[in-house]
């Protein structure tokens, strides 16, 4: 049976970071295997200097700025999730930037979520416990 784990790698790419006005680089992905990437972080201040963004890098060394990967929170304490598709084809990896110029703000972890991967059942990393629970309506945890 498919389960959202089974072709999906749920990886914290940045750990949280006190409130700075500095930028927070993710760490490189591979996107070997995978098509689709998602990262989430929730930033704590809303400025319009603030924004979630994505690099790409053909040898996880050197990054440029992927084209309109900018997202901006609305809201003090907003989750800003970007996502890439098809993002495999055009770069072999890839990093979130949490970019904190507008206004000092704390930024929650960043996790990225590779999803359409093409080998299946999905091996989480180290660090992420990954549990499906078939609903039954009553029992202990």
């Known amino acids: 049976m498919s389960t959202f784990f089974t072709d ?8 949280a970071a006190t409130s700075a006005g500095t930028a927070v680089n993710g760490t490189g992905l591979s ?3 995978f098509e689709n990437v998602i990262f989430m972080a929730a930033f704590g201040t809303a400025n319009a200097g603030n924004y979630l963004k994505a690099q790409g890098s053909a ?3 050197t990054w440029a700025d992927i084209k309109d990967s900018k997202a901006t929170p609305g809201a003090d304490g907003d989750l800003v999730a970007l996502e890439l598709y098809e993002t495999s084809a055009n770069h072999a990896y890839v990093r979130p930037v949490g970019i904190r ?7 929650g972890d960043i996790i990225a979520i590779q999803t359409r991967s093409k080998v299946k059942p999905t091996t989480q990393p180290t660090g992420t416990v990954a549990k499906t629970v078939y609903y039954t309506p009553e029992g202990t945890p």
Do not use: R
């Open 101 to 107: 110029a507008g206004a000092n703000t704390t930024l």
């Open 59 to 61: 040898d996880n060394s």
């Open 8 to 15: 999906k790698k749920i990886t914290k790419v940045a750990a």
């Open 31 to 33: 996107m070997e295997g």
